[in-house]
């Protein structure tokens, strides 16, 4: 996913710590634990993540009419005839067209009297660090790309994540910092998370006593962190269904808290 030289793919271990690190940390939760939002099985009728469709140059091409049109990419979207929308209430589709090397992603996707209708739409070449114009949104609030973000148990099976995740926070001040392009809500706390604050875990943090899925989950958690990228519960680590997850090794990573986490400066991940 984008080039190596891109923030989702550039370790941040090495990187210090914010100077405001404690403060911002206690305002999201210290005593709150991580917990995986994905998994296997189905919660409330859906599977548990946020799922993905590959896709190629033969997949139809579809209009799609959008709530925030002015930010979202008018561009023929190949959605499948069988397309995975994500449950709950955020309905995310997330379409990785393998013959162009690019991401289409699309929030709030339903039809509406026979046509396809969002309220936002996405594009992204997997070949550029190009990011969303300045204030636009995504299908993310942060107007980030959800994909490259995700634990996907592919990468599991092999052993290693090498990217940052994706996770969310119930508040945010209205701000955000690179790769961040958008805001939300009216909170001017100046110690809130702004969109697209990158946390990881702390190097002294022992992970061997986890069971294999949770020990990679949080090695990726030390190398490369995570992005504030939407407003939802505390902690809240996004990645995609699979039934092969073992729901009983994720729920380990209950035990992992916020006070296990220290903000990142990251202001030299500009590629």
């Given at each position: 996913?984008?080039?190596?030289?891109?923030?989702?793919?550039?370790?941040?271990?090495?990187?210090?710590?914010?100077?405001?690190?404690?403060?911002?940390?206690?305002?999201?939760?210290?005593?709150?634990?991580?917990?995986?939002?994905?998994?296997?099985?189905?919660?409330?009728?859906?599977?548990?993540?946020?799922p993905f469709d590959v896709v190629s140059r033969n997949t139809p091409r579809s209009r799609v009419s959008f709530?925030?049109?002015?930010?979202?990419?008018?561009?023929?979207?190949?959605?499948?005839?069988?397309?995975?929308?994500?449950?709950?209430?955020?309905?995310?589709?997330?379409?990785?067209?393998?013959?162009?090397?690019?991401?289409?992603?699309?929030g709030g996707l339903a039809k509406q009297n026979g046509r396809w209708h969002a309220w936002a739409g996405a594009?992204?070449?997997?070949?550029?660090?190009?990011?969303?114009?300045?204030?636009?949104?995504?299908?993310?609030?942060?107007?980030?790309?959800?994909?490259?973000?995700?634990?996907?148990?592919?990468?599991?099976?092999?052993?290693?994540?090498?990217?940052?995740?994706?996770?969310?926070?119930?508040?945010?001040?209205?701000?955000?910092?690179?790769?961040?392009?958008?805001?939300?809500?009216?909170?001017?706390?100046?110690?809130?998370?702004?969109?697209?604050?990158?946390?990881?875990?702390?190097?002294?943090?022992?992970?061997?006593?986890?069971?294999?899925?949770?020990?990679?989950?949080?090695?990726?958690?030390?190398?490369?962190?995570?992005?504030?990228?939407?407003?939802?519960?505390?902690?809240?680590?996004?990645?995609?269904?699979?039934?092969?997850?073992?729901?009983?090794q994720l729920r380990t990573l209950g035990q992992v808290k916020g006070s296990d986490f220290e903000v990142v400066?990251?202001?030299?991940?500009?590629?």
């Amino acid at each position: 996913m984008f080039p190596k030289n891109n923030p989702w793919n550039r370790r941040v271990d090495l990187l210090p710590v914010a100077l405001n690190s404690a403060a911002v940390i206690a305002t999201i939760g210290l005593d709150t634990g991580l917990h995986a939002d994905f998994g296997s099985g189905l919660w409330d009728g859906s599977p548990i993540g946020i799922p993905f469709d590959v896709v190629s140059r033969n997949t139809p091409r579809s209009r799609v009419s959008f709530d925030y049109s002015s930010e979202s990419d008018h561009v023929g979207y190949p959605i499948p005839r069988h397309v995975h929308i994500e449950g709950g209430s955020d309905h995310h589709a997330l379409l990785l067209d393998r013959s162009a090397c690019r991401l289409y992603e699309l929030g709030g996707l339903a039809k509406q009297n026979g046509r396809w209708h969002a309220w936002a739409g996405a594009t992204w070449s997997l070949r550029s660090n190009r990011v969303r114009p300045a204030g636009w949104t995504s299908a993310d609030a942060a107007g980030l790309p959800i994909f490259p973000g995700l634990a996907r148990y592919d990468e599991v099976r092999r052993g290693v994540i090498d990217h940052a995740l994706r996770f969310t926070v119930e508040r945010t001040r209205r701000a955000y910092i690179y790769p961040a392009r958008h805001l939300t809500g009216s909170l001017t706390n100046p110690l809130l998370p702004p969109m697209g604050l990158r946390v990881r875990l702390r190097a002294s943090f022992d992970v061997r006593p986890f069971p294999r899925q949770a020990r990679i989950v949080l090695a990726a958690l030390k190398r490369y962190g995570m992005i504030v990228a939407d407003n939802g519960s505390d902690w809240f680590v996004s990645g995609t269904p699979d039934p092969r997850w073992s729901n009983d090794q994720l729920r380990t990573l209950g035990q992992v808290k916020g006070s296990d986490f220290e903000v990142v400066n990251t202001s030299t991940l500009r590629p």
